[in-house]
């Protein structure tokens, strides 16, 4: 950066300042000893870069070099360019040059302290950090060692732009991706790079074939030059503060307070909220196929539901309304960092899920059609197959549906966990709305079957009867236990559902439209 200022007694004085190579390259003179203006030639100017500059920047220090020149209408010393017309300060190549050095700094940038702590959790989360700058390439290296991105013993690489620039082009300069691909997986610092070279790299990882799944690349900013990144980048972070208002626009999470473990957060919440799904879909999945398999058989062989239709639509409240809020607000957790991202083709529905669905579903009709031919035997009760419509509702069928309730709100605590984690009732406590709304619907429930009567088709229960419908309902817990020890790897991937890449699942809507 330059600028220009006025001198006194007539003339102008260019500043400029920048990275310390880049400036002594244009330098022809240096203020040495006791102040004294020497020619600053190719061997002094190496000897400064490898005694003073390398290192600075091995330390961590940022390095800046502050040079100017001088303009005069009068006699020009040595150092001086005289002229008679004012200068075309457009011409950069000739005014930015034979440049007199006044000093070179160091800046230290100090990691903040919760820095590496964030990029350790993100890399047990399957998460690659990779820093790409503009800094001296020994100041990228030692800051990137203090935050944790690399490691001695770990297989990386570290380059400048340049280096990077000369092994992914070929001969036209034209990028190729096959030569990219050998590049991009173990490099973990890009130093003194442009925001072309960003630009690039986070073009070419997401264009990659190299896994089966696509790359899923975030990209933080803070600069008006960081645009083009930000925009191609699957998620874009700006920074809230000292971010432009362009970095700002072209990103898609702004960070208010530009801080990196903010990022850990936002990866948090977002796998907090796609468990939320696949953890309602599998609930809902299981009360749906069951109560279908139920109204199907129940049509076919007793010419009945024993499920009536005001009993299926306070099923469908506690599926579609109270399980959704309870299910819905579960707190992201520590442990959501401990395992590899979804992949972009995963499917919504996964094989475990597919598992516990399949398995709690074969419980809950076992229990049902036993219930439903050998209840009455059981219990010592009036049968209600093939009761008139005009008929008192009977206990038979009233066990059924509050069997059924019990069996789904004990299952509700099964669908907390969709992983294959055996502690289902691991955090319950933590999230005050899930247990509300749990006991709220077993509350309901007791005041639809012991009060409900004919308007929900409902007779009271003994005491040993609700006892009978309470345990087979908490069977569902133990019988999850024993779904839990099925090995998922042996499950044929047919039964995983709603694969494919956002885009493919975005053309197939458009084509059901």
């Known amino acids: 950066m330059s600028t220009i200022v006025p001198r006194e007694g007539g003339g102008y004085r260019i500043y400029t300042k920048g990275a310390s190579e880049i400036v002594l390259k244009k330098c022809a003179f240096i203020y040495g000893k006791d102040g004294k203006l020497e020619r600053f030639s190719r061997e002094m ?45 457009e011409d950069e190549e000739n005014i930015i040059a034979n440049l007199t050095c006044l000093c070179v700094v160091g800046i230290e940038d100090p990691v903040r302290p919760e820095v590496p702590e964030a990029i350790r959790r993100c890399q047990r989360a399957g998460i690659t950090v990779r820093m790409v700058t503009g800094d001296n390439i020994n100041t990228a290296r030692s800051i990137s060692m203090k935050c944790g991105i690399i490691r001695p013993g770990d297989d990386f690489l570290i380059l400048e732009g340049k280096e990077f620039n000369r092994r992914i082009r070929d001969a036209s300069g034209e990028v190729q991706q096959h030569l990219l691909d050998k590049i991009w997986p173990r490099l973990r610092v890009l130093a003194r790079s442009s925001p072309t070279d960003k630009f690039t790299l986070v073009k070419g990882i997401i264009d990659s074939k190299l896994s089966v799944n696509r790359e899923v690349v975030a990209v933080t900013g803070d600069g008006t030059n960081d645009g083009p990144a930000l925009k191609k980048a699957d998620v874009g972070f700006a920074m809230g503060v000292a971010g432009t208002d362009v970095a700002k626009e072209a990103s898609d999470i702004i960070l208010t307070d530009d801080n990196f473990s903010s990022i850990v957060k936002a990866v948090m919440w977002g796998r907090n909220v796609y468990d ?85 579903a074969c419980y809950q009709l076992i229990v049902v059609f036993l219930l439903l031919f050998l209840g009455p035997e059981i219990f010592d009760i009036d049968t209600g197959l093939h009761a008139k419509p005009t ?37 319950i406590f933590g999230n005050p709305i899930f247990y509300v709304i749990w006991l709220a619907t077993a509350a309901l429930q007791v005041l639809i079957v012991q009060y409900g009567g004919q308007a929900f088709s409902t007779s009271e229960l003994t005491f040993d009867q609700w006892m009978w419908c309470t345990c087979l309902g908490c069977g569902v817990l133990v019988w999850g236990q024993l779904v839990t020890t099925i090995p998922t790897k042996r499950l044929p991937k047919c039964l995983s559902w709603g694969s494919g890449s956002p885009e493919e699942i975005a053309e197939i809507g458009r084509a059901h439209v």
């Open 391 to 427: 008929d008192p509702p009977s206990q038979h069928f009233t066990i059924i549906f509050n069997t059924f309730v019990m069996m789904t709100l004990f299952n509700e605590i099964n669908a907390r966990k969709i992983h294959g984690q055996r502690n289902v009732f691991s955090g």
């Open 276 to 360: 939320s799904i696949a953890k309602f879909l599998q609930f809902q999945l299981t009360v749906n196929v069951v109560a279908v398999i139920v109204a199907f058989v129940g049509a076919c062989a007793i010419q009945d539901s024993p499920l009536k239709a005001v009993q299926m639509l306070w099923v469908n409240l506690i599926m579609d309304t109270l399980a959704s809020l309870a299910l819905a607000t579960e707190m992201p957790t520590s442990d959501l960092l401990v395992r590899k991202p979804y992949g972009r083709t995963k499917p919504l529905i996964s094989r475990t899920m597919m598992k516990n669905i399949l398995g709690h």
């Open 45 to 89: 100017q190496d000897r400064l870069v490898k005694e003073v500059i390398e290192p600075m920047a091995s330390d961590g220090l940022r390095t800046i070099s502050v040079a100017f020149r001088d303009f005069v209408p009068t006699k020009a010393d040595i150092n001086q360019v005289h002229y008679e017309v004012e200068p075309n300060w």
